[in-house]
């Protein structure tokens, strides 16, 4: 496996994302929340306009996944103060299994490190198993709840969870 992590600095990159959340989300998430909710969400947190403002005016840092230099997924995370919020973390269904996954979390448990954050802080919808499964493994505890009304009738009913990161 041939992979990178490329930070997202460009209109190209960042139609790149919006282009590959729609596929991701509408995969994964229309069973979970219905296709309502999924295109709302994508319209409001994941469309160009949408990362843009929270790569210029939030301070979110997003990357893309390569695999032998080509994109197969992405990350967006903010740096808090003693914490890493990982915002998205998603591949390409076809990709998933490969060690992708892993490869991008290794880079984001170094930036921790790098930037002295002792935590990797995320939400997860209640109902995305896999996912929580997937992130019990590498280690993150379950540590509370949060409901948030992100409007238009919708909420995201989600678990905290976190990671304590072990300085090297």
């Known amino acids: 496996m041939q992979a990178q992590m490329k930070k997202v600095s460009t209109a190209t990159e960042v139609e790149l994302v919006a282009h590959m959340?729609?596929?991701?989300?509408?995969?994964?998430?229309?069973?979970?929340?219905?296709?309502?909710?999924?295109?709302?969400?994508?319209?409001?947190?994941?469309?160009?306009?949408?990362?843009?403002s929270q790569i210029n005016e939030d301070g979110t840092h997003y990357y893309l996944i390569l695999s032998a230099e080509v994109p197969v997924g992405y990350v967006g995370f903010t740096e808090k103060f003693n914490e890493l919020f990982l915002s998205k973390f998603?591949?390409?269904?076809?990709?998933?299994?490969?060690?992708?996954?892993?490869?991008?979390?290794?880079?984001?448990?170094?930036?921790?490190?790098?930037?002295?954050?002792?935590?990797?802080?995320?939400?997860?919808?209640?109902?995305?198993?896999?996912?929580?499964?997937v992130y019990e493994k590498l280690g993150f505890e379950n540590y509370g709840e949060v409901i948030t009304d992100i409007g238009s009738g919708y909420v995201m009913d989600d678990f905290l969870m976190r990671l304590r990161i072990k300085p090297r």
Not at 32 to 49: A, N, W
């Open 90 to 133: 998603y591949l390409l269904k076809q990709e998933r299994g490969k060690g992708l996954g892993h490869y991008a979390f290794d880079f984001l448990v170094a930036r921790c490190r790098e930037i002295g954050a002792a935590f990797i802080t995320l939400t997860v919808n209640k109902q995305n198993l896999d996912t929580i499964r």
């Open 21 to 52: 959340a729609k596929l991701i989300w509408k995969e994964h998430y229309i069973p979970i929340i219905g296709e309502d909710q999924v295109d709302y969400m994508l319209g409001k947190y994941q469309s160009t306009k949408a990362i843009e």
